[in-house]
């Protein structure tokens, strides 16, 4: 008994260190407050896909933010351009996709830094921030296929 109820601690206490992890996240996602930010006008966005925008907004803010700013409006002092109300971001895939994996100027490479999931998740937040409105979800696999 005395041993059952020691694993059961331990499992417990394993849990809640796990679930702690979310909180580097900021924590579990409310659905309908991102069903509110991010389904306006006609656009229905899938449980999944606002998880993912979610994702990509805060793995943004971690990676992106630094130069682009929490507003995608870009640093002069960095060399950094908006990304808001930008085509490049909105209509194109593959060279966007290439463009952070390599890096560009003194943007740095992100092809090791960062997971294919997390570039998909950052691409899709990006694409559809600010304007930018496009509509589009960018997966793991086509990140993965231009490293
Ligand atoms: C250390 C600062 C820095 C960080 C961090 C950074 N960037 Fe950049 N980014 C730049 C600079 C500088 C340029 C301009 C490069 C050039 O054209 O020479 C740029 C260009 C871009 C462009 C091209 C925009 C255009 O209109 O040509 C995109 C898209 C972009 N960055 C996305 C990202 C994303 C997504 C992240 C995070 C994964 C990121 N950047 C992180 C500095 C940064």
Same mark, same amino acid.
């Given at each position: 008994m005395i041993i059952r109820s020691a694993i059961v601690a331990a499992v417990l206490t394993s849990v809640v260190l796990a679930s702690g992890c979310d909180d580097m996240l900021g924590g579990e996602p409310d659905l309908k407050a991102l069903s509110e930010q991010w389904n306006t006008g006609d656009?229905?966005?899938? !449980?999944?896909?606002?998880? %993912?925008?979610? %994702? $990509?907004?805060? =793995?943004?803010? %971690?990676?992106?933010?630094?130069?682009?700013?929490?507003?995608?409006? $870009?640093?002069?002092?960095? $060399?950094?351009?908006?990304?808001?109300?930008?085509? =490049?971001?909105?209509?194109?895939? !593959?060279?966007?996709?290439?463009?952070?994996l390599e890096g560009k100027g003194t943007m740095p490479a992100f092809s090791h830094s960062v997971t294919g999931l997390e570039l998909a998740d950052i691409l899709t937040y990006i694409s559809n921030a600010w304007g930018n409105d496009s509509g589009m979800t960018f997966s793991m696999e086509q990140v993965d296929q231009l490293r």
């Open positions: 656009k229905q966005w899938s !449980d999944e896909n606002l998880l %993912r925008l979610d %994702r $990509g907004q805060k =793995f943004y803010k %971690r990676t992106c933010a630094a130069c682009h700013m929490g507003t995608g409006e $870009g640093q002069v002092s960095v $060399g950094a351009p908006a990304l808001k109300e930008n085509a =490049f971001v909105s209509e194109e895939v !593959d060279p966007l996709i290439k463009l952070v």
